[in-house]
Nanobody
Framework: QVQLVESGGGLVQPGGCLRL?????????????MGWYRQAPGKERELVTA???????RDADSVKGRFTISRDNAKNTAYLQMNSLKPEDTAVYYC??????????WGQGTQVTVSS
């Protein structure tokens, strides 16, 4: 049974930072591309950033220079370090594990709210 469990969301002031974690079980974590997506109210889910099994990363233009994705294969965990947060970063953030065969798994999501 595959499980992705996100944690670390919350309320933060503009300019603040948060670190999200995604703990995976039931998969060979090291061979999956891990991604962070977000969905704001009334908007479609969008890719924020992703890291391949080889460690290559890809960031959305809106978060370049502010967000950093990383992974710890020994802990089966992916991270999203979010700095210089803006109100427009407010969304539910989802973790995704994607295999080269197309198999895809999602976490339940964690709310991030950026507000003063």
């Amino acid at each position: 049974q595959v499980q992705l469990v996100e944690s670390g969301g919350g309320l933060v002031q503009p300019g603040g930072c948060l670190r999200l974690s995604c703990a995976a079980s039931g998969i060979i974590f090291s061979i999956y591309r891990m991604g962070w997506y977000r969905q704001a109210p009334g908007k479609e889910r969008e890719l924020v950033t992703a890291i391949t099994a080889a460690g290559n990363t890809r960031d959305a233009d809106s978060v370049k220079g502010r967000f950093t994705i990383s992974r710890d294969n020994a802990k089966n965990t992916a991270y999203l370090q979010m700095n210089s947060l803006k109100p427009e970063d407010t969304a539910v953030y989802y973790c995704n594990a994607l295999h080269s065969t197309g198999a895809s798994y999602w976490g339940q999501g964690t709310q991030v709210t950026v507000s003063s």
